[in-house]
């Protein structure tokens, strides 16, 4: 006897309601424990990197990724404050790792690590959501770098250039003024566009970098990622990638993006922070073997593309003045060229405080003019000769007249110092930088 449509319903609604409760089991979890930094789950059924999220017994959800998976249990870190999360909280599968919503109306906007906005300016309008992990272009897509790039630092633009798509380190102890160099680089600089992330700084310090340090014709054409060194390991590394997506969209957009990230050492630190909750063995100086595959991911994802280019600057903070220690040996080896700020110099008030001969940029002699390429060796031969005769000249042990390179680097001296030294709020236009290399090494001709 043949059923009827009536018949089936019912078994109908009992198999649909069946095949709910497998999906909610197979998408959802529990909280088993919280140890320290980490929350271990039974369930759900997940992928690494993907976004969770833990219902606390009262309040919002917690968002929190999965970083790990430990005897068929799910380790998860968390994107926020953890109250109210304990035994049994429910936690829901999202199937899809942060994204960020995107568009050009991002300008002039300060966001925090996860990409909301923090300068209570309202909701962003979006014309793109990316995912923060990002795609490394492959080496035959991107552009050869051809071009100079000015940052309106004269030390930079005429003994240090860097090219449109460069990635560059910029090496410091703390307080030798890596913050306030990096501000006159994104006031004065040729980019079309500025994305800075502050990654790990004190709360204090960013109201001071936005006001004093960026001003108001900086902060016109730039996007600001900000996650303090108070936010949790997770929200400091998320805060890199999103302002690394945000200078990707301007990049395929095919415009030249000035990337600034201050500093590649808290990103490591909190990448520290989350291999050893999740297992990891330290490896060179406490630091997980997660940390050294981050960096080239992170670092990667920067320079020149098809259309566009983002030319990086990456701040590292040498730990006691060390610029062998881990961190620093690793980035440097990554990237394009490194520029080392002196303690001495400063100490003597010589801002910016570039050491010009300890740094290097390995594609100046590919954007520089043949011109400007004479023009500053002689200089830095200069600075070289007189660094070997300094501690002679400084006691009077030397003689006017015994070696004539000692004696023109000595004439030589004063006009160098001037030319290297710049105020905060002086703007150098690339035309004026070579007209005062041309002067300071004409004077000898």
């Known amino acids: 006897m043949m059923r009827t449509t009536e018949d089936l319903t019912p078994r109908v609604a009992h198999y649909n309601r069946y095949l709910q409760q497998l999906d909610d089991t197979i998408h959802s979890g529990r909280v088993n424990q919280v140890v320290g930094l980490t929350i271990e789950s039974i369930g759900p059924t997940t992928n690494i990197g993907d976004l969770c999220l833990i219902q606390p017994r009262v309040g919002q959800g917690v968002p929190a990724e999965v970083v790990g998976f430990r005897d068929q249990k799910v380790l998860l870190m968390p994107l926020s404050e953890l109250t109210g999360v304990g035994p049994g909280s429910l936690v829901t599968a999202t199937g899809s790792p942060l994204a960020v919503d995107v568009s050009e109306a991002l300008l002039g906007r300060v966001l925090d690590g996860l990409g909301n906005p923090m300068d209570g300016k309202g909701y962003v309008p979006a014309t793109k959501r990316l995912s923060v992990q990002g795609r490394i272009p492959k080496p035959l ?48 600089t040729e980019a079309d566009v500025n994305v800075i992330a502050l990654i790990g700084e004190r709360g204090r310090e960013v109201r001071e970098f936005l006001e004093r340090d960026l001003a108001p014709e900086g902060m016109a054409r730039s996007v600001v990622v900000v996650a303090t060194s108070d936010q949790p390991a997770l929200v400091r590394i998320k805060g890199a990638m999103v302002a690394t997506t945000i200078a990707e969209f301007f990049r395929d957009l095919g415009k030249d993006v000035l990337f600034v990230m201050d500093s590649v050492t808290r990103l490591a630190l909190a990448q520290r922070e989350v291999g050893l909750a999740t297992g990891e063995p330290p490896a060179t100086r406490g630091y997980t073997p997660s940390v050294f595959a981050l960096l080239p991911r992170i670092l990667e994802r920067t320079g020149p593309g098809s259309v566009g280019t983002i030319t990086a600057f990456y701040t590292v ?105 710049q105020e905060t709020t002086e703007a150098c236009q690339w035309p004026d930088t070579l007209a005062k290399l041309r002067a300071i090494v004409g004077n000898e001709q």
């Open 141 to 188: 897509e991107r552009q050869r770098i051809k071009s100079p790039l000015s940052v309106g630092v004269r030390a930079i633009d005429g003994l240090l250039t860097c090219g449109r798509g460069q990635r560059i380190g910029v090496f410091a102890g703390s307080g030798v003024g890596k913050s306030t160099l990096l501000g006159m680089m994104a006031r004065n």
């Open 317 to 421: 903070l040498v730990e006691g003045d060390d610029l062998n220690e881990p961190i620093t040996d690793t980035v440097r080896g990554i990237l394009d060229g490194h520029i080392v700020l002196n303690r001495a110099l400063a100490e003597k008030n010589h801002y910016p405080a570039i050491d010009v001969l300890a740094s290097v940029s390995r594609l100046m002699t590919e954007v520089a003019s043949p011109e400007h390429k004479t023009l500053a060796g002689r200089i830095r031969a200069s600075m070289a000769t007189y660094a070997d005769a300094e501690d002679l000249i400084n006691i009077g042990a030397y003689a006017a007249g015994s070696n004539p390179q000692i004696d023109q680097a000595i004439r030589l001296h004063p006009s160098i110092t001037a030319f290297l030294r």
